[in-house]
Structure formats: C-alpha cells, structure tokens
C-alpha cells in the first residue's frame, strides 16, 4: 500500500506533518484546498506576530535631556508639558545641567544623554575628534544682535582694524570663537593681527573691566549685562556677519531608533519658544529666578533674541554650519576637515 506524506510550509515553520492513505480515504479536493489555505494563514499569522514582537518599540523607557541655563529647554522643563505628552507611551524624562556645550557634547557620547542643545562649534570639534557618531537633528534661528564683540564705553574703536595688534577675550572652541574670527575675516585681518586671550566668562568679565583686554565676544544675557552695567558698546554683532545656528544633537543610533520623540519633542520646544516670544515679561520673570540675573537684563535680551526651533537641517544651514566646520579647517583649529551632511539626520 503506497503513501504519501503531506508537509505545508507556512513563512517561519513547518506547521503539519499528516500521513492519510490516498486508496482507502481520499480527502475531497476542495476540503484539501481549504485545510490548506486555514494551516497558510495560520503560518503567516504566527509569523507576523513573532515579527512584530521582535520589533523594536518606537520610544524608549527613558528620555534623557542635556541642557543648560538660560534657554528653551529649561523652560520646557518646568512646563512639565513634555513628561505629559511622553506619559500614554510610558517615557520617564529626565534632566542633566551642563554649564556649557563641550562637556554636554562628552555625555552624549558617552551614551549618557539622549538629546542636547549647543552652539555651533561643539559638534563641529566632535565630528572631527573623538565623538563621530553625534547627530543633528534640528536647529534654532541664527544668532543676531544677541552675539557681539564689544568695546568699553571710553573706547575709540570703531571698527575690527582699530583693534589690531590688541587683545581681544573670548571662549575658546565657542560659537563666540567663530564670530570672532568672521568678524576679522569682513575688515581684511588675519588672527594674527589681534592676540586671542582665551578666557571663560568670570575671567572675562574681571579682564574687561579692568581693561586687560581691548575687546570681548560675548552673547545674551551677558552682553545684555554689560550694556546696561557698565556701558560696553557693540562692534560688531552676529547679524553683520556669517549666519550661524545652534543645534539640537543626538547620539545615532538614538537618533535612528528613536525619531518619533525627537520629533516631538522638538516640536514641544518650538510651542515653548513661540509661547515665550509672545509673554516676554512672564518669560523674564522666570529666567529671573532660574540664572539669576535681573528681570530688567532678560527684558533687555529677550528683544533681539532668535526664535523658534525647527527639522530638519535644509540646505542653507547645512551650508552655514559647514562654513564653520571649513574655517576652523583652515586655521587649524580641527584635526581634519569634516561634512556636515554626513552627520546630520532626518527625523521626519
């Protein structure tokens, strides 16, 4: 007596193995066709399942945020509106203060932080040093009249070539760096034809006073503090000059894993920024408590401060911040020239 062995191979698995004698028990062809069909989709089924279990799921349980004083983030922060938007996908939030881009940058390689915020240099310095894997993933407006070299009030200079040969303060590898050496580059002067005196702000507060230095780049609200205190004038600010952005950053394989928070959160900030722009006073009340520098100082900064948040990178600032990249390049500030393309991101 012959038989034959019928074995249905569904997508991941064998799923029957029947033995039936073909002389004594034929099984009608239509009921073979349909117990065929149910055990192929019971296969596929199964499979599905397995793949959709295997699938990584679209949010982390823990979203940590690098930030530092005095920005968007901090307010975001004590909206408390981003633990609410996180909560129905089960996301704990939370926050690292960093006093400045560098050491934040340190963490986000180091995997301990999942998104941070910076000027324009730091990703720069990581692209080309020791931490490659940093991605952009959104940007804020670029710097304007918040970002300045600044004079003492009894100064005579009044422009960048009434400066040479003198000293001029400023945070090395900052975004204050950069607008320095742009603001050089537009009066026809070389970095040579000034002497940099690389100093954080207590530093360079106490040298301009004294009158160590001739000049100081510095941003809001300092530069907002320096105006009102002690009379500092502006010689040339960011608007003048090269446009220049900061930057949200990630590590990437955050940024790949995890779009969808990226997203939102991003799009939370913008909301903060817009809130912020349209109830100036409330907003310097709190940056007030959080900086503690006086209201009157914010109100002042928060009148030519850049608004709003954005993704991704279109190709202007792409191009902006590859000036960056290729000046610190050709004064040999970095080890190799670097691609900003190459390290920015899509989270759309």
């Known amino acids: 007596m012959r038989k034959q062995r019928l074995i249905s191979r569904g997508a991941d698995a064998i799923v029957s193995d029947h033995t039936f004698n073909v002389r004594r028990?034929?099984?009608?062809?239509?009921?073979?066709?349909?117990?065929?069909?149910?055990?192929?989709a019971l296969s596929l089924s199964l499979s599905a399942l397995v793949a959709h279990a295997a699938a990584p799921a679209a949010?982390?349980?823990?979203?940590?945020?690098?930030?530092?004083?005095?920005?968007?983030?901090?307010?975001?922060?004590?909206?408390?509106?981003l633990e609410k938007a996180l909560?129905?996908?089960?996301?704990?939030?939370?926050?690292?203060e960093f006093p400045f881009g560098p050491p934040m940058v340190e963490a986000?390689?180091?995997g301990d932080i999942d998104l941070g915020f910076v000027g324009s240099?730091?990703?720069?310095?990581?692209?080309?040093?020791?931490?490659?894997?940093?991605?952009?993933?959104?940007?804020?407006?670029?710097?304007?009249?918040?970002?300045?070299?600044?004079?003492?009030?009894?100064?005579?200079a009044r422009r960048m070539k009434d400066l040479q040969g003198k000293k001029i303060a400023v945070a090395k590898g900052s975004a204050g760096q950069y607008l320095l050496l742009k603001a050089l580059e537009q009066d026809g002067m070389k970095?040579?034809?000034?002497?940099?005196?690389?100093?954080?702000?207590?530093?360079?507060?106490?040298?301009?006073?004294?009158?160590?230095?001739?000049?100081?780049?510095?941003?809001?609200?300092?530069l907002a503090d320096i105006e009102q205190n002690i009379g500092a004038r502006p010689l040339v600010t960011a608007s003048k000059l090269a446009p220049q952005y900061s930057f949200y950053v990630a590590p990437a394989r955050f940024a790949t894993a995890?779009?969808?928070?990226?997203?939102?959160?991003?799009?939370k900030l913008n909301d903060t920024e817009q809130y912020a722009k349209e109830h100036a006073d409330e907003t310097a009340r709190f940056l007030e408590k959080d900086t503690r520098v006086p209201q009157k100082i914010w109100?002042?900064?928060?009148?030519?401060?850049?608004?709003?948040?954005?993704?991704?990178?279109?190709?202007?600032?792409?191009?902006?911040?590859?000036?960056?990249?290729?000046?610190?390049?050709?004064y040999k500030l970095i080890p190799k020239a670097v691609q900003i393309k190459d390290a920015s991101v899509s989270v759309k």
């Open 25 to 40: 028990n034929p099984m009608p062809v239509h009921l073979f066709k349909r117990a065929l069909g149910a055990l192929l």
């Open 59 to 81: 949010y982390p349980k823990e979203f940590r945020i690098g930030y530092q004083k005095g920005n968007s983030l901090v307010i975001l922060k004590a909206s408390g509106e």
């Open 87 to 96: 909560a129905p996908n089960g996301v704990t939030v939370r926050w690292f």
């Open 108 to 110: 986000l390689n180091a």
């Open 121 to 156: 240099t730091p990703p720069v310095f990581a692209q080309a040093g020791g931490a490659p894997e940093i991605r952009y993933v959104g940007y804020a407006a670029a710097y304007k009249d918040n970002y300045a070299v600044v004079v003492p009030k009894e100064s005579t």
């Open 191 to 222: 970095p040579d034809d000034i002497v940099f005196a690389y100093l954080q702000y207590s530093e360079a507060r106490s040298a301009f006073e004294r009158g160590d230095v001739a000049a100081w780049v510095v941003p809001d609200p300092r």
């Open 258 to 267: 995890y779009p969808a928070i990226l997203r939102l959160t991003l799009d």
């Open 299 to 330: 109100q002042l900064a928060l009148t030519r401060q850049a608004w709003g948040v954005a993704y991704p990178l279109p190709p202007a600032i792409v191009e902006a911040q590859q000036e960056v990249a290729n000046t610190f390049f050709r």
